[in-house]
């Protein structure tokens, strides 16, 4: 595709689907020339770096969290459906997490999302001061909930480029098992039935504690603690 005909919209939902399947390490200007058929060198006549394009791309999928319209539902429901919306976003493209780590990310999705969450907190009654704690408590949470996912995608691409996946894994989880053996409240959960998924996070452990930090803004709100 000649520069010309070349967008940066183009390059950059390009670069979403790679790094969907690729990561972050598989993300180059090559790789990216190739699946959009084009010259490696006609990408920078817009976009002029490797970081710049993880910003954009990172940006980008911000805009695939819906935001609730915060006169048609109370905050609590628009909290839940904004931080559940943002951990589907994070799962979706677990590569995210990781460049928060390693990336200059900003832009007007994130600010979006980030504005319209400080607005939901403050009509529920939150003086901005905390409005802004309630806002980042509820991020970390999020994004700490889907580290774990993210981590399971990326050790699997890795593990399947240095050879059988599935078979390191069942390896390394019997070893993980046999230690765990050593430990009492460890031991006792092994030897239920979801043992075979002990490495995981429980069953509904994300929508639990987003319930329980909920909970503990309403006791906030209505006079539990101070605001």
Not at 106 to 124: F, N, Q
Not at 176 to 190: H, I
Request: aromatic share 8%; hydrophobic share 45%; net charge negative.
């Amino acid at each position: 595709m000649p520069r010309n005909t070349l967008t940066a919209d183009q390059i950059v939902r390009a670069a979403i689907t790679l790094l969907d399947e690729e990561g972050l390490d598989g993300l180059n200007m090559r790789s990216l020339g190739k699946r959009l058929g084009s010259a490696a060198t006609a990408i920078y006549w817009h976009i002029k770096t490797k970081d710049d394009l993880v910003r954009l791309a990172g940006d980008e999928v911000w805009g695939e969290v819906a935001l609730p319209d915060l006169d048609a539902d109370d905050w609590r429901t628009a909290a839940t459906a904004m931080a559940t919306g943002m951990h589907a976003m994070l799962t979706r493209h677990p590569w995210l997490g990781q460049a928060f780590g390693s990336h200059f990310l900003y832009g007007p999705g994130k600010s979006r999302y980030d504005d319209h969450t400080l607005a939901l907190y403050e009509k529920a009654g939150f003086a901005a001061a905390d409005a802004d704690r309630a806002a980042g408590t509820v991020f970390l949470f999020v994004v700490g909930s889907a580290l774990g996912p993210a981590s399971e995608v990326s050790l699997n691409r890795r593990l399947g480029k240095d050879g059988d996946a599935e078979q390191q894994m069942a390896e390394t989880m019997a070893r993980a098992t046999e230690v765990a053996m050593g430990f009492p409240r460890l031991r006792e959960r092994l030897g239920t039935a979801a043992a075979t998924g002990y490495a995981a996070a429980p069953d509904s452990t994300f929508e639990f504690g987003l319930r329980a930090i909920f909970d503990g803004f309403e006791a906030r709100l209505s006079g539990g603690g101070a605001v």
